[in-house]
């Protein structure tokens, strides 16, 4: 079955600690989206790829580095320098162009500081 | 950049009532989209509707768009206990910008 997969599920980070968040897709979505959601809140998005080897970044992208080396995968690297980075991740993926239907998304990472 | 705005934040009704969200945007659009999302996981792709649409019906959701307003409404008829959920409406120009959402609640 075709899909976009996160991973872990639940992540904890120490202060000072850098931590990477895993995204895969292999719905040969050209575009691949990174999204931070606060509690009771609606998704702010991080960065952005439309294609492999270029990346965007969005409204909150300061403390967050990306790469897209393969077109399935988009990891997400939440450094120290992210003072709050307890939240819920969401990556996200799509065609793009004239045949766009739509996001699929993951079902998200939950990172806790501890 | 917070292109969709829904409201009301919150809504409460019987199983068997219609719900209606809203939700405006600011600048021209390609299309406008509704997702749902249940607590804690992943939002899912309820329907699309394009800027040359007026109106659009999946079961038992009907979404309608007017550009003039730059405004859309989801509504949801004979609600379930199974449709609370958080819903947003984004927009895609060049990438998808999200509102704050409505989140739902359906009493048995």
């Known amino acids: 079955d075709g899909g976009i997969t996160q991973s872990p599920k639940y992540l904890f980070r120490k202060e000072g600690q850098n931590v990477t968040l895993s995204c895969e897709q292999n719905?040969?979505?050209?575009?691949m989206y990174w999204y931070r959601q606060d509690p009771g809140q609606g998704l702010r998005l991080i960065y952005y790829?439309?294609?492999?080897?270029?990346?965007q970044k969005g409204d909150i992208a300061e403390g967050y580095s990306v790469s897209r080396e393969k077109k399935e995968s988009f990891p997400l690297t939440v450094t120290s320098a992210q003072k709050n980075p307890t939240a819920f991740y969401l990556c996200?993926?799509?065609?793009?162009?004239?045949?766009?239907?739509?996001?699929?998304f993951g079902s998200g990472t939950r990172l806790t500081v501890v | 950049s917070q292109q969709g705005e829904e409201d009301p934040q919150a809504l409460s009704i019987q199983e068997g009532e219609n719900a209606t969200m809203n939700c405006s945007y600011k600048?021209?659009?390609?299309?406008l989209q509704w997702y749902r999302q249940n607590s804690g996981r992943g939002l899912v792709h309820l329907i699309l509707?394009?800027?040359?649409?007026r109106e659009k019906h999946s079961g038992r959701l009907r979404v309608t768009l007017d550009t003039s307003k730059k405004s859309s409404s989801l509504l949801i008829t004979a609600s379930r206990a199974a449709d609370t959920a958080s819903y947003f409406c984004?927009?895609?120009?060049?990438?998808?910008?999200f509102g704050g959402g409505t989140r739902l609640m359906v009493k048995p």
């Open positions: 996200a993926s799509s065609i793009t162009g004239t045949f766009f239907y739509g996001y699929t």
């Open positions: 719905l040969n979505h050209d575009a």
């Open positions: 790829s439309q294609i492999v080897n270029d990346f």
């Open positions: 600048t021209s659009i390609n299309n």
């Open positions: 509707i394009r800027s040359n649409e």
């Open positions: 984004a927009t895609n120009d060049n990438m998808l910008t």
